[in-house]
C-alpha cells in the first residue's frame, strides 16, 4: 500500500509532531512496510485455528503481601529536599 506525504502530515499534526523531510521519507518507507506486513498477515487462513486470549497458558503466581518494618514519618522526611512535615512536597507539574 503507498503512503501518501498528506498521511505522514496529519499523522505528524494528530502526534503533535514535526520532521524535516528526510525523516519524512523515512517514515513513509518504515510505514509502508508495517502496512505491507499487515497485509500479508491478512492473508493467512485461520479459519481452522482456535482464538486465543493469552499467547501461553501461564498464570501469575502471587505471594501474599507481608507487612515489614516501616519507618517514621520524620526518619522517612529526614533526607527530603522539601517537605510539609507530614508529606513530601514536590513542583506542581499539572496545569489546569
Do not use: Y
Amino acid at each position: 500500500m503507498e503512503i501518501s506525504n498528506q498521511t505522514i502530515e496529519k499523522l505528524a499534526h494528530l502526534a503533535q509532531l514535526q520532521f524535516s523531510e528526510e525523516e519524512k521519507v523515512a517514515i513513509k518507507v518504515d510505514l509502508e512496510k508495517m502496512v505491507g506486513f499487515i497485509e500479508q498477515l491478512q492473508k493467512i487462513d485461520t479459519t481452522n485455528v482456535d482464538p486465543l486470549i493469552h499467547i501461553t497458558d501461564a498464570v501469575n503466581v502471587l505471594r501474599s503481601d507481608e507487612i515489614k518494618g516501616n519507618i517514621t514519618i520524620e526518619k522517612a522526611l529526614m533526607n527530603a529536599p522539601s517537605n510539609d512535615g507530614q508529606f513530601f512536597t514536590v513542583p506542581k507539574v499539572i496545569k489546569k
